[in-house]
Structures are given as structure tokens and as C-alpha cells.
């Protein structure tokens, strides 16, 4: 099916431990996104990408990785979790100057 | 840099009448304006959007927004509120031209329908 899909969808880890969020996408957008949404924070910019094997970071990008090795995937890791970290997550994609679509959306707590 | 204020966090309306939901934008070039919607516990999907075409935009849903540059506003408007309307709004400003960091979003505007 066409589309972003998120994975998983609901994940508890304890904090220390490393946690990757999976994203992917069938559209060869160019453009990738990650982003939390915290409540009374709306969502924020963790890392984006405009090209495989090219990424930058957004507003709260400290303590995440990113890569972008394929087109269609864009995974993030959260190195070292902390309890800071529990948020919803949001994979987007888009190509330029057209709308983004998103996931599901990924719930993430952190104990 | 670009930026997004929506003037309201809550908004409450009775149903059958209409909706305001009110943004400003602030973008050093001509920005792309998006309006999405977000359900309780779903993603964000997308109510229309504004690309230097048409002043005035239709979405879906009956919602419909109108870019006034002197204003450096896109409030988004519905004549007659239904129930399932009742969710989060964001505005949102893209200007891929200032730097490729992504779309930037308002704080969200929350919609209460009142029965």
C-alpha cells in the first residue's frame, strides 16, 4: 500500500536503553521529517533529510541519531533514552514546495 | 527565518455555527500555508493549502482559508461546525526557498463543539 508507515506504533523502554522508530515511505519523496509533539509544545523539528545519505537537524535534535542509507526510510534512534524523550514521534515526507504527509504516529514512554 | 503564531489554544463553538480559527504567519520570502487537523490519538492529515495560486482556498470538510498578505494572515474558516470537527488545528508555513529545515509549525489551535 501507498503511504508512511510508522513502527511501532507504541513502545515503553526503560531509560539508558537505545530505541529505533522506523519510518518508511512509497512515494520516493525527497524530503524526510521527524518530529515530537509534547503537549503546550505543539510539534518540533528533531532532524529532517532533503536526499539520501543527507540529513540536518531541526530544533530539539540532542540525544538522536538519524540515517537515510535508502530513499524510502528514514529510521531514528534514540541513542540513550530518558524520560524527557517520552513524546509522541512523527515521520513526515514531501517533496518541494508540496504538502507533507505523515504517519501515524509512534507513542513512545520512557520509564 | 519563518514562524506561526495561531492566536487561539482553545476556540469553542456551538454546533451549526460558524468556525474561526485564526493564524498569522511571518516568512522573508512567499511561503506555502497548510491547514491539518489532528484527531485524538491519529496522525495529521491535511485540510487544504495555500501555493501563490488562488487567494482563497477550499479544503475538504466544508473549510475553506483566505491568504491576505498585507495582513500575513490565513485563518481558517467554516460556516456551520459539526461535531466531528472537534479536534487539533495547525497552521503551518513552508518555505523550502529560506533554508530546507521543514515546515514550521503554529502551537495548535484547539476545537471544542458544543452540542
Known amino acids: 500500500d501507498a503511504g508512511i508507515t510508522q513502527s511501532p506504533r507504541y513502545k515503553i523502554t526503560e531509560t539508558g536503553r537505545q530505541v529505533t522508530l522506523m519510518c518508511h515511505q512509497t512515494?520516493?519523496?525527497?524530503?524526510m521529517f521527524w518530529y515530537r509533539q509534547d503537549l503546550g509544545h505543539g510539534l518540533r523539528l528533531i532532524y529532517y533529510?532533503?536526499?539520501?545519505?543527507?540529513?540536518d537537524k531541526g530544533e530539539v535534535p540532542d540525544g538522536y541519531v538519524v540515517s537515510r542509507s535508502k530513499t524510502e526510510n528514514f529510521p531514528l534512534t534514540l541513542e540513550s533514552a530518558t524520560r524527557s524523550q517520552t513524546s509522541v514521534y512523527f515521520c513526515?515526507?514531501?517533496?518541494?514546495?508540496?504538502?507533507?504527509?505523515f504517519g501515524q504516529g509512534t507513542r513512545l514512554t520512557v520509564v | 527565518a519563518q514562524s506561526v503564531t495561531q492566536l487561539d489554544s482553545h476556540v469553542s463553538v456551538s454546533e451549526g455555527t460558524p468556525v474561526l480559527l485564526r493564524c498569522n504567519y511571518s516568512?522573508?520570502?512567499?511561503?506555502?500555508l497548510f491547514w491539518y487537523v489532528q484527531h485524538p490519538n491519529k496522525g495529521l492529515q491535511l485540510l487544504l493549502k495555500?501555493?501563490?495560486?488562488?487567494?482563497l482556498v477550499k479544503g475538504i470538510n466544508g473549510f475553506e482559508a483566505e491568504f491576505k498578505k498585507s495582513e500575513t494572515s490565513f485563518h481558517l474558516t467554516k460556516p456551520s461546525a459539526h461535531m466531528s470537527d472537534a479536534a487539533e488545528y495547525f497552521c503551518?508555513?513552508?518555505?523550502?526557498?529560506?533554508?530546507?529545515?521543514?515546515?514550521?509549525f503554529g502551537k495548535g489551535t484547539h476545537l471544542i463543539i458544543q452540542p
Open positions: 513526515a515526507s514531501r517533496d518541494r514546495d508540496t504538502e507533507a504527509f
Open positions: 512515494w520516493s519523496h525527497s524530503y
Open positions: 533529510s532533503a536526499a539520501a545519505d543527507i540529513t
Open positions: 516568512s522573508s520570502y512567499s511561503p506555502s
Open positions: 495555500y501555493t501563490s495560486a488562488a487567494t
Open positions: 503551518v508555513v513552508s518555505d523550502l526557498r529560506g533554508g530546507a529545515d521543514g515546515l514550521t
